[in-house]
């Protein structure tokens, strides 16, 4: 008997004992590490894009993620989303400025400065952070007071460039990094190689690729919101995430000379709609494209001033159109389209401006369409009908013989049948009032 309970308490605490290995077990799928890379603008895809993947590696108990930055900067909006997503991850994140001869300018050292690990790679830099203002020249980052006062900035790009210190010094003091040289290079712009960003505090390692940095962050430890977390890469099992259709169409329409051109097409495909109406292409390609502008222009730091301006502009250039008044309109219109479309973008970035030679373009084809072909069209409309039943219909007819009823008479060039309730005498000139088939209608001409 007490052999058989002997056997039963083993056979319990060798069961207890399992169950606490198998809660005790980290949650982390054994050394699955994901990477992407961004080689291109802080945009609000690269943003969709970095999220999107954040989201499926925490679901997918990913041990770390890596971010593989070549960026020369971005949308502010978009930076800090990333950002947030980053400070809130259930799994690390490793932003790695690679390969050799990439940068991590402006945005993108916010994203360095606000990663669990900061790595580079060799012959790489890191800096330009001051933020760049809405008015021509941007922010003058010196706040020298013996300057003059007009070299000053004013109030609200103090405002911008003490936010943005007051950001960047956030991070780092929560990563434990060179707060001051964040601090520098948003104000006077600074930059450093890897070598020098490594000396200074600012990041963490410099690797010359990508196995070798997972081989040295083996066993290194990472404070995550959750808590402290080591990183375990004796057997990685690496995956590469490549970016889908959803992040290659919004890159394409959150580019803003293809919004620009959508914004265009939706606004003339309405109008062509409008103007002369039948089978609903142009209505429907309209709506399409004006939703999809108005998606991307929702995303993209828009100036809504502009965006007025091009509307009257284009109203102005239609009001020519329908009712000349000397080119008075249509110059006006022309002016208001070009300034509210260089005005559209609320961004100095140059990534961020609508192209010139488009604006001109599609300025000069704006004003030949609404001026020239629309206003043609309409001028046709007013003209008397030369041709067809409607031009019939109040001509003069010649009578060939005398009759009271039928008879015939000559019209357009050709004989025809006609009717008339009251006698006609041959030669006599008649009106046309009525076609019924290859019969006129007829009545003597009252003088």
Not at 23 to 42: F, H, L, R
Not at 111 to 121: K, P, R, T
Not at 194 to 215: H, P, R, S, W, Y
């Amino acid at each position: 008997m007490k052999s058989v309970v002997t056997k039963r308490y083993i056979s319990t605490l060798i069961l207890l004992f399992c169950c606490l290995l198998f809660v005790q077990k980290p949650a982390y799928a054994a050394d699955k590490v994901w990477t992407m890379t961004i080689q291109s603008a802080i945009s609000p895809a690269t943003a969709d894009f970095f999220i999107s993947t954040l989201r499926k590696a925490e679901k997918e108990n990913v041990r770390l993620l890596v971010l593989q930055l070549d960026t020369p900067g971005g949308l502010d909006p978009s930076m800090r989303d990333i950002i947030k997503a980053i400070l809130s991850a259930r799994i690390p994140v490793a932003t790695y400025v690679s390969p050799s001869g990439s940068r991590a300018a402006s945005a993108g050292t916010y994203i360095l400065y606000a990663s669990h690990i900061a790595a580079m790679a060799p012959a790489t830099n890191v800096g330009s952070s001051t933020p760049v203002k809405m008015q021509p020249g941007g922010i003058t980052p010196d706040f020298d007071k013996d300057k003059p006062k007009e070299n000053t900035p004013d109030a609200m790009d103090k405002k911008m460039l003490n936010d943005a210190v007051a950001y960047i010094r956030g991070l780092a003091e929560l990563r434990g990094r060179n707060a001051d040289w964040a601090e520098e290079t948003v104000r006077e712009a600074a930059n450093l190689s890897a070598t020098d960003a490594l000396e200074n505090g600012v990041i963490d390692i410099v690797e010359k690729d990508l196995q070798q940095l997972l081989q040295s962050l083996n066993g290194r430890e990472v404070i995550l919101e959750s808590g402290n977390v080591t990183l375990q890469l004796d057997n990685i099992e690496l995956t590469e995430i490549e970016a889908g259709w959803r992040y290659e169409l919004l890159n394409l329409i959150t580019n803003p000379n293809v919004a620009y051109i959508l914004l265009m097409i939706g606004i003339y495909g309405l109008i062509l709609e409008f103007y002369n109406p039948g089978m609903g292409v142009a209505g429907v390609v309209g709506i399409i494209c004006l939703l999809l502008a108005a998606f991307a222009l929702h995303m993209l730091p828009i100036n809504y001033a502009g965006l007025a301006l091009l509307i009257v502009g284009i109203g102005l250039m239609m009001g020519e159109a329908f009712s000349p008044s000397f080119g008075i309109l249509g110059i006006g219109g022309l002016l208001a389209f070009v300034f509210g479309s260089i005005m559209l973008m609320d961004s100095e970035l140059p990534a961020y401006q609508i192209s010139m030679p488009l604006i001109a373009a599609l300025a000069v084809m704006s004003f030949a369409i609404f001026v020239f072909v629309i206003g043609a069209a309409l001028r046709a409309r007013k003209t008397m009908v030369v041709s067809g039943q409607e031009a019939i219909i109040g001509a003069q007819a010649e009578a060939r013989e005398d009759f009271t009823g039928h008879g015939k008479v000559y019209a357009m060039g050709e004989q025809w049948q006609a009717f008339s309730q009251e006698p006609v005498t041959r030669g006599e000139v008649l009106r046309i009032v009525a076609r019924d088939g290859l019969v006129l209608h007829v009545e003597a001409i009252k003088e």
